[in-house]
């Protein structure tokens, strides 16, 4: 028999993967926005995630649904405990989208719009990557009610997790970047992986080192035997993947630095699934005492499965017809 619980793990999880690698790159460009001064450049960028990026957000919608709807006890704790971090970003991500849209249509304020688009795009990330630090801290709870106080969400982790997405949604952004464009955004793009990269790698290693040294029950799930063989190669692989892309923009390869970045993504999310499973709220609710009654799993997933396959579908259809590179002087987004 199915288990119902795992097949909605399954369509959250994909979905907030989904999300994080196609609203990561859109987001990374305006946070790449103050590396480019050149007007021309910035409308370049722009564009080149203009036709796509409020399709990306669908995914977002699509996972916050489906925990309401499969996991109601995470959804109503997890946003007590987290309200104010997720209204933040919220506002954000509003001004950012407000600037895709008056940007373009602005002459003596268009550089208001650009601080509209650069500010919403970084705090956005960097709330997102709060949020995920404070999840992975754990949530205090009792009989299933949240129990912390208001500030809790805000620690020294947190704000490093926020930090660190920054980066990674910024290194996305750039391969995007060398795969969009061509000539001298190109070049600029080349030169800044590297130092982005490297920051990356850094702020990996120490939420590596920092979660099983805090967490014992983390450190027993990865250390212990015979797990450090079976999850060795995620470590293993993140630092091939990180040689690859050095690799990829020393050769000036246009695809690759993008597609490497996309596999480290995959491999730092891998890495929380394994920290945390099957918790879903940590450190001790886990997915089957949080799940909703079987018949609202079914009846619900009925919907899901209608939907997704149009939203894959519209994301698919989006990305094939601005599939080519970007360039000065393209019409774009107007």
Not at 72 to 87: D, E, N
Not at 227 to 242: A, G, Q
Not at 247 to 271: D, H
């Amino acid at each position: 028999m199915i288990d119902l619980t795992l097949v909605w793990v399954g369509i959250i999880g994909l979905s907030v993967l989904i999300y994080v690698i196609m609203d990561g790159f859109d987001l990374g460009i305006g946070i790449l926005f103050p590396f480019i001064q050149n007007h021309q450049e910035r409308d370049v960028m722009m564009n080149t995630v203009a036709p796509v990026w409020d399709g990306n957000e669908t995914w977002m919608v699509l996972g916050g649904a489906g925990l309401f709807a499969a996991f109601p006890l995470v959804y109503s704790t997890v946003l007590s405990a987290l309200y104010l971090p997720i209204v933040f970003m919220v506002v954000a991500l509003i001004f950012r989208g407000v600037a895709f849209e008056f940007r373009f249509k602005a002459f003596r304020t268009k550089y208001l719009w650009d601080q509209a688009f650069i500010w919403g795009s970084i705090l956005s990330s960097f709330f997102q990557g709060v949020i995920l630090g404070a999840y992975i801290q754990g949530i205090e709870t009792t009989q299933g009610i949240y129990s912390g106080g208001v500030w809790d969400w805000l620690t020294p982790f947190s704000i490093f997790s926020g930090f660190g997405v920054l980066v990674m949604y910024a290194t996305l952004g750039c391969g995007w970047l060398i795969l969009k464009t061509d000539s001298r955004l190109q070049v600029h793009m080349y030169k800044l992986m590297p130092k982005l990269l490297i920051t990356l790698f850094m702020i990996f290693v120490g939420v590596s080192l920092y979660t099983p040294l805090t967490h014992p029950e983390i450190a027993m799930r990865w250390f212990s035997l015979p797990n450090v063989f079976y999850f060795s190669p995620v470590p293993i692989l993140v630092l091939l993947f990180v040689g690859l892309i050095f690799r990829a923009c020393k050769n000036k390869n246009e695809v690759k630095p993008f597609i490497y970045t996309l596999v480290l993504v995959f491999l730092a999310f891998t890495g929380f699934v394994i920290s945390l499973w099957p918790n879903i709220i940590p450190p001790s609710v886990s997915i089957w005492q949080a799940a909703a009654p079987e018949s609202s799993l079914k009846f619900t997933l009925v919907g899901a499965v209608i939907l997704i396959p149009i939203i894959i579908a519209y994301t698919f259809l989006s990305y094939w017809v601005f599939r080519d590179k970007v360039r000065i002087g393209d019409k774009g987004y107007h």
